[in-house]
């Protein structure tokens, strides 16, 4: 069966504990994993797209990277304002369709 | 960057009436768009597709005549919920991209909250 699994499912951490956030997907024909932010009532934001294992994309704090199995999402030295909802989603085929499904999110807060 | 509205943000409305969310992007034309919902500590159920002139493409077990979807211009799409009843209370979320394939980066919306009584 098709799955997207992110863990955890909530995370508090002090600002400047550096962790990581797990997607991982039990799909074939992977074409695309996806990570966003959301803050409550908000629309996500979209911050990476990686295509293949090995593959890894930074954007400030972030960090994510992506093998076989699972992605990757490090937030190193986080701040007050990363707090939000982190989605994963992937993108693959299944049955000669094109498909996207999202993970239920990790839920990131850090304190001051 | 590339800003997408949607509109209304909230709606409540009686069982049976009909809904339409508009959603727009603003300093892009957005070749394909994409219609979410979001249920309460879940996550984003793609519900359909929709290419600029063309039929929306709808995931399975998405009902066309009660979800329609018309892309009327390469900045605007709008979803309209025909007959609503309490359980398609939801958040509906737009999203454009750029490009026909849902790999391209999507910019979302900020989400239309529906509340059916």
């Known amino acids: 069966e098709d799955q997207v699994t992110q863990s955890p499912e909530a995370l508090r951490l002090q600002e400047g504990e550096s962790s990581s956030l797990n997607c991982s997907y039990t799909?074939?024909?992977?074409?695309?994993l996806f990570w966003y932010r959301q803050d409550p009532g908000k629309g996500p934001e979209f911050l990476f797209t990686?295509?293949?294992a090995g593959e890894e994309k930074e954007k400030e704090r972030l960090k994510a990277t992506l093998t076989k199995k699972e992605s990757f999402l490090h937030i190193t030295a986080p701040k007050p304002e990363d707090s939000a909802t982190y989605l994963c989603?992937?993108?693959?085929?299944?049955?000669?369709?094109?498909?996207?499904?999202f993970g239920t999110g990790t839920k990131l807060q850090v304190i001051p | 960057g590339a800003v997408v509205s949607q509109h209304p943000s909230r709606v409540i409305c009686k069982s049976g009436t009909s809904v339409k969310i508009e959603c727009r992007s603003l300093?892009?034309?957005?070749?394909?768009m994409f219609w979410y919902r979001q249920f309460p500590k879940q996550s984003l159920m793609l519900m359909a597709t929709?290419?600029?002139?063309?039929?929306?493409?709808?995931e399975q077990g998405v009902e066309k005549d009660k979800f329609l979807i018309n892309h009327a211009s390469l900045t605007l799409s709008t979803l309209t919920v025909t007959s609503a009843h309490p359980e398609d209370s939801s958040f509906y979320i737009c999203?454009?991209?750029?490009?026909?394939?849902?790999?391209?980066?999507?910019?979302f919306g900020p989400g239309t909250r529906l509340l059916v009584l």
């Open positions: 989603a992937v993108q693959f085929y299944s049955g000669g369709y094109q498909k996207v499904t």
């Open positions: 990686l295509y293949s």
């Open positions: 799909v074939s024909g992977l074409r695309g």
């Open positions: 300093d892009f034309q957005a070749t394909t």
């Open positions: 999203s454009a991209a750029l490009g026909q394939a849902i790999q391209e980066t999507q910019y």
């Open positions: 929709s290419n600029e002139g063309s039929k929306a493409t709808y």
